[in-house]
């Protein structure tokens, strides 16, 4: 694993919620957050949980390239903040197996059934470029 790689996941496991951008059928820009539900394993792909209903679900099947960014605040340290931004396309998944696979107790409550709950669905983001802001550092990593 690319060790930059290694470095954004173990600083991601403490960055809950990031926006996740679509493109609108009209051509916009649309954003909203989303918790990364400590599914920060990185190592290219993100998982979120929404409703069958949600705008995003819809400009997604219409245009499978997302954006993502998240933001860590500074560490107590004076580390500096992390920012990344990543491209990449998004999948709907409507597959339980996969919920229960990604699941963590936290989304119980926008989710009350579990991975049972009607209307769900799953996105993954595949990325296929990383750009990171570290203090002076910053890079970008193609998968």
């Known amino acids: 694993m690319d060790m930059r790689l290694k470095f954004l996941s173990d600083k991601m496991k403490a960055i809950d919620f990031g926006m996740l951008s679509t493109r609108t059928a009209s051509g916009a820009l649309a954003s909203r957050p989303m918790s990364n539900n400590g599914d920060v394993d990185y190592a290219g792909d993100s ?4 409703y069958e209903q949600a705008r995003m679900v ?3 099947e219409c245009d499978a390239r997302v ?3 998240f933001t860590g605040a500074p560490s107590p340290r004076g580390e500096a903040p992390l920012f990344i931004a990543v491209n990449g396309s998004a999948e709907l998944i409507r597959d339980k197996a996969q919920f229960v696979a990604h699941w963590t ?3 119980d409550i ?3 059934n579990g991975a049972e709950t009607p209307g769900m669905v799953m996105i993954r983001v595949r990325a296929s470029r990383i750009h990171y802001w570290h203090g002076a550092e910053q890079g970008e990593i193609t998968l």
Not at 47 to 50: A, D, P, R
């Open 105 to 107: 107790r936290d989304l």
């Open 67 to 69: 954006g993502l960014t």
């Open 47 to 50: 998982y979120f949980f929404t």
């Open 110 to 112: 926008w989710f009350p």
């Open 58 to 60: 819809a400009d997604i």
